[in-house]
């Protein structure tokens, strides 16, 4: 509705606006193959004819359908065996996502991918079979040392296909099926694949214990105002703080916060604002014992916007709403900027805090 000035009012979504998969709960376990083709610099995976196995690259979207780091096409069988490297692998665990470079992917894909890993009582011996190599997608290369450290391998048993100079023939293949897939679902195991990750990588077990602790009525709001100048902002996001901040609430930003840091203000919040992004996903790891926070996040329409919190939402059931106040900035490729003053949206935002019926 347009006001006199001009202005669009907030609207407000809820998580029946939005398009959420019919089957949110990915399948547990793993694919098993044998005879299958490692090839260099490749996303995934070729059984002995030379056709992709999907499930071995990386999917997205509701239908699986996106392949963001490049698509399964069949290359030639017969090209493989002849210019094959004289070595042959016995037993291999191969995940399509494992780069660690990215924190809203890493509690995403990389936990969705990696989690089994972590939570198997034998890791890699206990998913693969003893003595199995990991091997990651040429995109992980760089995290491959990091990959080792976490997971406590040693440099051998694990390699990405931007090593390979040659195709290289594998007698067995595991591929463990993803607790979370980007746009298309999230597992129940999901949530302690990710509490799991923080702890191991950050040693904040105290803090993820502590979550189970009740609220403590706090409005939060997660800014991206001082983020990098190559990521994502909000334009004049600050003008929106200054408003929320009169108003009573904690405004936050979470990259300059130690990740135990970031939890506790988590915790002792009833209601937590933000634009779409990484941050958000932190929420995972209060999983869906201590997933009662409201959540309000700040965006385009429901059909140009990223759906993964949404989805995230339902499955925590966290109460979520989805303020439509943003659009894409002209100027820029990535750029959001408001549609309306932030005089209006922080009384909209007010509003949902204060409503006692969600």
Known sequence: MLTPAGFHEPVVLELADFRLPTTPEPPDGVILR????????????????????????LRRGFDLGHYPHGRP???????????????????????????????????????????????DPGGLDGIGGVGSVLVVPARAATSCAALAELLGLPANRLFSTASLTRPVQVVQAVIPRPSMMNRHGIAHRHFGHVRRLLSRLYGVHAELAALAEPDRGEKLYLSRSRLSADSRHILAEEDLERELAIAGWRIVYPEQLP??????????????????????????????????????????SAEFGNPN??????????????????????????DLRFLMPTARIAAQLEALAADPRW
């Open 34 to 57: 044998h005879n299958v083709w490692l090839c260099p610099e490749a996303s995934g995976l070729y059984d002995a004819a030379g056709q992709p196995i999907v499930e071995s690259f």
């Open 73 to 119: 096409d069949p290359v030639d069988g017969a090209t493989l065996a002849a210019t094959a490297a004289d070595d042959v692998v016995k037993h291999i665990v191969y995940v399509p996502y494992a780069g660690m470079t990215h924190f809203g992917h890493l509690l995403t894909e990389f936990a969705g991918n990696v989690g089994s890993l972590l939570e």
């Open 259 to 300: 990740l135990a840091a970031q939890l506790d203000r988590l915790a002792a919040a009833r209601t937590i604002v933000g634009g779409v992004g990484s941050a958000l996903h932190t929420l995972m790891a209060f999983g869906e014992s201590f997933g009662r926070r409201r959540v309000i996040t700040l965006g385009q």
């Open 309 to 334: 919190i949404a989805l995230q939402a339902a499955r925590q059931g966290m109460p979520f709403r989805h303020v439509v106040c943003l659009e894409r900035d002209a100027s820029s490729q990535k």
